[in-house]
């Protein structure tokens, strides 16, 4: 997902497989796959564009012995134009047992954001210099999170901020908690099972952010023989994704995913790809649970 206009939390660059890897968008979701899980994908939006934005993701969590308690860690790197975040943050979860199968958790999540821009990449278009050109800009600030979720072996529902604190960058360069300006994303999914080979799994994606623009993903995914993914989505900032995986052991899964802009740029590029890897220790039983998709 996108532009600096469509970041969720204080990564500017989004990755559309968030329904196979909750826990990148709410801390709660830490330790839901009931092993250590995890999580590395890259992404490089509108192909063919030079220098085009471009992002790398890692993320990893785990339960505890005592089950009722997961911690986590997430990276990521996002370059665009003469732009990068880098930042990182580490997550507690604490859940709560409400059936065999059911669980409501909460998570925190705090971290930092490295903030770099360096000017002097700039090509001016004339030979003379420009101060405002010579030199790189570089800024620190606090992370931190919060959500809500509810997971169960067929559904799952989940409330976040992803960042409490809204960093005004260009202007003051100050963290503040300033709720108009900050995202909130609720998500959830069903899983259909069809019959033993075939299941179906509709999710959503819903970012509002008061000062900015509100979107929903809408998708569908669908798991056959238990081991081949294919699935769809329509984004309403105009953008649609195509996705498919293989669940190459039970342990190890890839999928690859394609944006593409139906508005008018789409045309001059090549889209926008995105490559996962998911690997959980510990034997899982080879099925569409989505604690495991």
């Known amino acids: 997902m996108m532009l600096l206009s469509e ?12 329904m196979y890897n909750r826990y990148s968008i709410n801390p709660a979701f830490g330790g839901s796959h009931e092993a250590m899980s995890m999580y590395a994908s890259y992404r490089k939006k509108w192909l063919g564009f030079e220098a085009s934005p471009s992002g790398a993701f890692f993320t990893v969590s785990s339960p505890l012995k005592k089950e009722n308690v997961a911690l986590g860690a997430q990276f990521f790197n996002d370059k665009f134009g003469v732009s990068q975040n880098t930042g990182f943050n580490l997550s507690y979860t604490y859940r709560v047992r409400l059936t ?6 909460f998570g925190i999540s705090g971290g930092l954001i490295n903030y770099k821009s360096d000017w002097t990449d700039v090509i001016l278009s004339s ?3 420009d101060s405002q050109f010579a030199n790189m800009e570089q800024t620190m600030a606090p992370w931190a999170g ?6 169960h072996s067929k559904y799952f529902a989940g409330l976040s901020i992803p960042s409490l604190l809204y960093h005004d960058r260009y202007q003051t360069g100050e963290s503040t908690l300033d709720f108009a300006k900050i995202d909130y994303l609720f998500t959830a999914g069903y899983l259909y099972k069809i019959n033993e080979n075939f299941s179906v799994q509709p999710s959503t994606l819903v970012r509002i952010n008061p000062n900015d623009q509100t ?4 998708s569908a995914t669908s798991f056959l023989m238990n081991s081949f993914l294919l699935g769809a989505s329509y984004r309403t900032t105009n953008q649609v994704i195509g996705v498919v995986g293989y669940q190459i052991t039970p342990q190890f899964r890839f999928t690859y995913s394609l944006d593409y802009d139906l508005d008018p740029i789409g045309s001059y590029n090549s889209g926008s790809h995105e490559v996962a890897l998911q690997f959980d220790f510990g034997y899982k039983t080879n099925s569409p649970d989505p ?3």
Do not use: T
């Open 291 to 293: 604690k495991f998709f």
């Open 146 to 151: 919060f959500g809500i979720a509810l997971y």
């Open 215 to 218: 979107f929903v993903d809408i």
């Open 100 to 105: 065999n199968e059911a669980k409501l958790a």
């Open 127 to 129: 030979d003379q210099s």
């Open 7 to 18: 970041a969720v939390g204080q990564r500017e660059l989004n990755m559309s497989q968030y």
